[in-house]
């Protein structure tokens, strides 16, 4: 069995896999103030709850996009699982062309969630990352990693509105029935959800044209993901696990 462990800006997102076979996942929060020992407890409890061994665990791959915290989590694999865990980084064997001018910028979760596409759904594609930030990947017919986009994500919006004005407070996002609000949640709600639905299909329309592929597969993870595709068919599938995927088939990778 692997440990994999997706580290991002609000979450840690982690699964265990036996051979391609997902056993368990489980989230939680992101905080550079816990120490190695505060996140091997939450371990050590998730692993006796989903009734997994935690000697088990013959490998463990990370991807991280909070630099600080990365120290604290590989002290925690080290004492808690008895395991140095490989770090995807310049250098982590992909399998996967990138066609990046300077692929040393790009974030390893786009990488995995990139991995996985080309794996799982082959190209044309383009997948969408609905986290903290909302991030666009796209692959090319030859399974090639191209680019793609960067852009705020659904909460990170509203908190913005709500820190950066003087009256207007954090809403429930929840897609109002009409786009013409009449009071002022409702006008805020119209703004950022039919606007942020609005971005997406306008990004996820240019790639297609730009990739000279129409009919291009729109695949989807992170946590708005369903409430996109309930308000548009901009997005053709939804994979919850797809960071998680591509991490385990980069371990494979590296194993191999």
């Given at each position: 069995m692997i440990l994999v462990m997706d580290i991002g800006n609000t979450n840690i997102k982690a699964a265990v896999f036996s051979g391609d076979r997902l056993l368990?996942?489980?989230?939680?929060?992101?905080?550079?103030?816990?120490?190695?020992?505060?996140?091997?407890i939450i371990m050590a409890d998730l692993f006796r709850y989903y009734k997994l061994e935690m000697s088990a665990i013959e490998g463990i791959m990370i991807s991280s996009v909070v630099p600080t915290i990365n120290y604290t989590i590989e002290h925690m694999c080290r004492d808690y699982f008895g395991i140095d865990p490989k770090i995807l980084q310049p250098g982590?064997?992909?399998?996967?062309?990138?066609?990046?001018e300077n692929p040393r910028e790009l974030g390893s979760d786009r990488i995995a969630n990139a991995v996985?596409?080309?794996?799982?759904?082959n190209g044309p594609s383009v997948f969408i990352d609905f986290g903290t930030a909302t991030t666009y990947g796209v692959i090319s017919a030859k399974n090639e990693f191209l680019g793609g986009a960067i852009g705020p994500g659904l909460r990170?919006?509203?908190?913005?509105?709500?820190?950066?004005?003087?009256?207007?407070?954090?809403?429930?996002?929840v897609v109002p029935q009409h786009v013409i609000g009449k009071t002022t949640i409702s006008n805020i709600q119209s703004g950022i959800l039919y606007g942020y639905i609005g971005s997406v299909e306008k990004i996820v329309t240019g790639m297609k044209k730009e990739l000279g592929a129409p009919d291009a597969q729109v695949i989807a993870t992170g946590g708005m993901?369903?409430?996109?595709k309930s308000n548009s068919n901009v997005i053709d599938l939804i994979n919850p696990d797809l960071t998680l995927t591509g991490l385990r088939l980069i371990y494979e990778k590296n194993q191999a």
């Open positions: 368990n996942r489980w989230r939680c929060a992101t905080d550079t103030a816990m120490t190695s020992d505060q996140y091997g982590t064997k992909t399998g996967l062309n990138i066609r990046y996985a596409v080309s794996a799982l759904y990170m919006m509203n908190a913005a509105l709500a820190t950066g004005t003087a009256k207007l407070p954090s809403i429930e996002l993901a369903h409430l996109v």
